[in-house]
């Protein structure tokens, strides 16, 4: 299991939200690639970027931020928030993005995401958030009627490289991360899932180092990290213990 620690982006901050809802951004540092490079130092293995901003906007708008990251860093990163077209994907693997994920274009496109992962093999994620079960979009600021395992399987042959799967009503609220529901898509589709919104404390570790949870290619850590509820050296450790290797 990989531990990704989550780098979200607003006017240029690095921040955490409240169940998506931007009113209620707490800034925890003026500097992301600062915080990267502290990532980076803590010992994780990948890094996770999500551009608020321009996933509200349907475009880039934190890609100075961005850029600073990039330079700053070594992590393999993996970016999501207003990919809805090909030239703005493109944009950001060109510029050293490891892994792209695309959020409301998989549900209003579903091709671009089949077109993007033909291209760019093992390159492309695809982030399903869920509120009360239905996939949300345009930034969470809007809900469809899609479930999450229904836009999971769209993708099955697609060879997309994982899906990110958030359950908005958890997010930023450390209240634990919605283990049934992710299991529930991990065992619907054959791609790889990857748990995000809640993880509380390292109690929520432990829980994802447990046997029916090896299904899960990883989970996504933001709010915990920065409040100090989960240290890193701790929780890389647990990883590494259960693997028999090295720390993720």
């Given at each position: 299991?990989?531990?990704?620690?989550?780098?979200?982006?607003?006017?240029?901050?690095?921040?955490?939200?409240?169940?998506?809802?931007?009113?209620?951004?707490?800034?925890?540092?003026?500097?992301?690639?600062?915080?990267?490079?502290?990532?980076?130092?803590?010992?994780?293995?990948?890094?996770?970027?999500?551009?608020?901003?321009?996933?509200?906007?349907?475009?880039?708008?934190?890609?100075?931020?961005?850029?600073?990251?990039?330079?700053?860093?070594?992590?393999?990163?993996?970016?999501?928030?207003?990919?809805?077209?090909?030239?703005?994907?493109?944009?950001w693997l060109e510029k050293g993005v490891r892994r792209v994920i695309i959020g409301t274009a998989a549900v209003r496109d579903p091709a671009f995401v089949h077109e993007a992962a033909r291209r760019h093999p093992g390159r492309i994620a695809v982030g399903i958030d869920a509120k009360?079960?239905?996939?949300?979009?345009?930034?969470?600021?809007q809900t469809s009627s899609m479930t999450a395992e229904e836009l999971g399987r769209r993708f099955e042959d697609a060879g997309v490289a994982?899906?990110?799967?958030?359950?908005?009503?958890?997010?930023?609220?450390?209240?634990?991360?919605?283990?049934?529901?992710?299991?529930?898509?991990?065992?619907?589709?054959?791609?790889?899932?990857?748990?995000?919104?809640?993880?509380?404390?390292?109690?929520?570790?432990?829980?994802?180092?447990?046997?029916?949870?090896?299904?899960?290619?990883?989970?996504?850590?933001?709010?915990?990290?920065?409040?100090?509820?989960?240290?890193?050296?701790?929780?890389?450790?647990?990883?590494?213990?259960?693997?028999?290797?090295?720390?993720?």
């Open positions: 299991m990989i531990l990704y620690p989550a780098i979200d982006l607003k006017e240029g901050r690095c921040v955490r939200l409240v169940q998506g809802d931007m009113a209620q951004a707490k800034v925890f540092n003026d500097d992301p690639a600062a915080q990267a490079e502290a990532f980076e130092m803590q010992g994780f293995s990948w890094l996770h970027v999500v551009d608020l901003d321009g996933a509200f906007a349907g475009a880039p708008r934190n890609a100075a931020a961005v850029d600073a990251i990039l330079a700053r860093i070594k992590l393999p990163v993996q970016l999501g928030g207003g990919v809805r077209e090909m030239r703005t994907l493109e944009g009360d079960g239905r996939v949300a979009v345009e930034g969470w600021a994982a899906i990110i799967y958030t359950d908005i009503a958890r997010d930023g609220i450390l209240k634990g991360l919605n283990i049934e529901m992710t299991l529930a898509l991990a065992s619907a589709v054959n791609i790889p899932v990857i748990a995000s919104g809640g993880l509380a404390s390292m109690a929520d570790v432990e829980r994802l180092l447990e046997p029916d949870c090896a299904v899960l290619a990883g989970a996504i850590t933001g709010r915990a990290l920065y409040d100090g509820r989960i240290d890193p050296k701790e929780a890389l450790a647990a990883i590494a213990r259960a693997k028999g290797g090295a720390a993720q």
